[in-house]
């Protein structure tokens, strides 16, 4: 869905999307934030060995629970 559409749905006397949809946006937006200082981190060369191992890890999480959270967007307007 268009973020626009999206957010004119929110603001609407519609039920859907609603509030699970925007806290899970709100969600999404946080991972997405976190996943690119992340990589800006990792970008950079004095970033090494154990350090750097991490950082992937906590991208990886951040970007599973990213796709969890837009699923349920798209669940709670479908609810």
């Not at 991972?31 to 060995?49: D, E, H």
């Given at each position: 869905?268009?973020i626009?559409?999206?957010l004119?749905g929110l603001?609407?006397a519609?039920?859907?999307?609603g509030g699970?949809s925007?806290?899970?946006?709100?969600?999404?937006?946080?991972?997405?934030l976190g996943s690119?200082?992340?990589?800006?981190l990792?970008?950079?060369s004095?970033?090494?060995?154990a350090?750097k191992?991490?950082?992937r890890?906590g991208l990886?999480q951040?970007?599973?629970?990213?796709?969890?959270l837009a699923?349920?967007?798209r669940?709670?307007?479908?609810?």
């Amino acid at each position: 869905m268009d973020i626009k559409v999206f957010l004119d749905g929110l603001a609407s006397a519609d039920p859907a999307p609603g509030g699970g949809s925007a806290a899970a946006l709100a969600g999404c937006l946080g991972c997405g934030l976190g996943s690119m200082v992340t990589r800006i981190l990792l970008s950079r060369s004095g970033i090494r060995g154990a350090e750097k191992a991490k950082l992937r890890q906590g991208l990886r999480q951040l970007e599973k629970a990213r796709g969890r959270l837009a699923a349920l967007i798209r669940k709670d307007a479908a609810v």
